[in-house]
């Protein structure tokens, strides 16, 4: 159990457009969910906490208009990338909590790669 | 602030035993976490501890010492599959994961 699905799991877009990457909780309720980037290298870096129904947490030094995150229903978040330029090109994760938890564990989606041309 | 930190690399032998250390300085402790990440995929859970002492899980192991601030990874019988980034992670007391940059593992035959 406790699976997230990501997609696209890989894009391409040219500098100035925007993309939308979809994460799912496929056999759980999230409550929470946590939209990551990650640089070659590098620990993955909070964005933002998005709870079902709220408006995104964004961490400091996250422009909130640029990335777009909406919660709408407790199985689907989205991260939209406005006006993506070459700098935005990372690999994104979200993670989704069901609140219920042991531990409160988050359980991680499979990545997006994303590439600003 | 708080800071995770691991070992960039280590390389090993297959067939034999490796200990990946990470200590930590967060605000508030709510368990630490390890997780392996092969490159361009999302990390798998490995273990939690929350308490003090060593967890066994198979192959792998982990280890807490909450009052210095330190866990290891012990991984026994390594296999060329266990090649991948092994992520420490603490929760903090606002419940969120403080990340460490990660330790990737070579393993050579």
């Known amino acids: 159990g406790a699976v997230v699905s990501q997609h696209p799991s890989r894009v391409i877009c040219k500098s100035g457009t925007s993309v939308k990457i979809e994460c799912r909780s496929l056999d759980f309720q999230a409550t929470t969910m946590f939209w990551y980037r990650q640089f070659p290298k590098k620990s993955l870096m909070l964005m933002a906490t998005s709870n079902e129904g709220s408006k995104a947490t964004y961490e400091q030094g996250v422009e909130k208009d640029k990335f777009l995150i909406n919660h709408a229903s407790l199985t689907l978040s989205t991260l939209t990338v406005t006006s993506a330029h070459p700098e935005d090109s990372s690999f994104y994760i979200c993670?989704?909590?069901?609140?219920?938890?042991?531990?409160?564990?988050?359980?991680f989606g499979p990545g997006t790669r994303l590439t600003v041309l | 602030g708080q800071n995770i930190d691991q070992p960039t690399e280590m390389t090993a032998t297959e067939g034999a035993i490796v200990q990946i250390n990470c200590t930590y300085q967060t605000s508030g402790f709510n368990g630490l976490f390890w997780y392996q990440q092969h490159a361009g995929e999302a990390p798998t859970f490995l273990s939690y501890n929350v308490l003090d002492g060593l967890e066994e899980k198979g192959r792998f192991s982990s280890f807490l010492s909450r009052s210095k601030g330190y866990s290891y990874l012990l991984l026994k019988e390594l296999q060329m599959k266990d090649s991948a980034s092994y992520l420490c992670?603490?929760?903090?007391?606002?419940?969120?994961?403080?990340w460490g940059a990660g330790t990737k593992l070579i393993i050579k035959p």
């Open positions: 993670g989704a909590s069901d609140g219920v938890s042991s531990y409160n564990e988050q359980f």
């Open positions: 992670a603490v929760m903090d007391s606002n419940y969120q994961l403080i």
